[in-house]
T-cell receptor, first 113, second 114 residues
């Protein structure tokens, strides 16, 4: 079946540091890939997505590239801010669409001044 | 921005008791979902609901679970006889179409079964 593996947290960074959160997946066919973010006390929000190989999703300075050859979708940001402190979830949707998402465990990011 | 609302934010219950978790999806959405996350584990799909019936469910969603849309605004998850292993954060979500690009989540209900 489908699965998503992401790096364990918590990750603690200083403001303006470079962020990478690794995510790899196992799936048949051509899944869509997502990063969701959960700020304290709020629901999961879609951060970015990519629907086919080599697509790059981007939003709010975050980027992730759909790499089919390495089955990866690593999240990156060049300069994090304190306001980026949240839990980040990597997820995939199966080939053909639908909303039965498969999630990773989530990675907590804490950004300090 | 419209949001999915879940109540309560925390629910504590005794093993064997029935619980109902409540969700108010975004008003013009047609597809509704429940996911859960046991502490330290992955967020798992439980069930999807469309046109007043379950469209898909996972193997977790056994006879102890049921969902209902009792009126035009609420979407509920009922657990008939809770077990310790049902302790988790339960997330409701909704979308206006089957596309996975427009899934909106609530902030979750933390269920603790003692």
């Amino acid at each position: 079946g489908n699965s998503v593996t992401q790096m364990e947290g918590p990750v603690t960074l200083s403001e303006e540091a470079f962020l990478t959160i690794n995510c790899t997946y196992t799936a048949t066919g051509y899944p869509s890939l997502f990063w969701y973010v959960q700020y304290p006390g709020e629901g999961l929000q879609l951060l970015l997505k990519a629907t086919k190989a080599d697509d790059k999703g981007s939003n709010k300075g975050f980027e992730a590239t759909y790499r089919k050859e390495t089955t990866s979708f690593h999240l990156e940001k060049g300069s994090v801010q304190v306001s980026d402190s949240a839990v980040y979830f990597c997820a995939l949707a199966p080939t053909g669409g639908g909303n039965k998402l498969t999630f990773g465990t989530g990675t907590q990011l804490k950004v300090e001044l | 921005e419209p949001e999915v609302t879940q109540t309560p934010s925390h629910q504590v219950t005794q093993m064997g008791q029935e619980v109902i978790l409540r969700c108010v999806p975004i008003s013009n959405h047609l597809y509704f979902y429940w996911y859960r996350q046991i502490l330290g584990q992955k967020v798992e799909f439980l069930v999807s609901f469309y046109n007043n019936e379950i469209s898909e469910k996972s193997e977790i969603f056994d006879d102890q679970f049921s969902v209902e849309r009792p009126d035009g605004s609420n979407f509920t998850l009922k657990i008939r006889s809770t077990k310790l292993e049902d302790s988790a954060m339960y997330f409701c979500a909704s979308s206006d179409g089957g596309s996975n690009e427009k899934l909106f989540f609530g902030s979750g209900t933390q269920l603790s079964v003692l």
